[in-house]
């Protein structure tokens, strides 16, 4: 396991993923080299089963693509993105319980169903 559980995401493909999706998205920017991303990962990892069929979960290198992180004036990782209905619906920063991130993606990703 870990961040090659992901599908990675650059500029090239970060759109038709996340706002041209009609599927929900998670994206999970981080970096190998942060300790904090890597106390995540396991919980982003757990999040790809629980949500299969109902959540994409995604991973941007933000040492690789800065520009991605750049473009959502995101300060620091790591960072979740939550994408529905063709928009960008909100953002988790930093470390939490598992019982948290799910509460938070599921207030979105449940709303209008």
Do not use: W
């Amino acid at each position: 396991m870990g961040y090659e559980t992901f599908q990675r995401l650059t500029p090239y493909n970060f759109d038709d993923c996340t706002f041209e999706s009609s599927t929900p998205s998670l994206v999970f920017f981080a970096a190998e080299r942060c300790n904090i991303c890597k106390e995540l990962l396991p919980i982003v990892e757990d999040l790809v089963s629980y949500y299969a069929g109902r959540l994409n979960v995604y991973y941007v290198d933000v040492d690789k693509y800065v520009e991605l992180h750049k473009r959502f004036g995101l300060k620091g990782i790591p960072q979740l993105l939550i994408f529905k209905d063709y928009e960008y619906k909100k953002r988790i920063g930093g470390l939490h319980e598992k019982e948290d991130i799910i509460e938070m993606i599921d207030s979105i990703i449940n709303k209008n169903e």
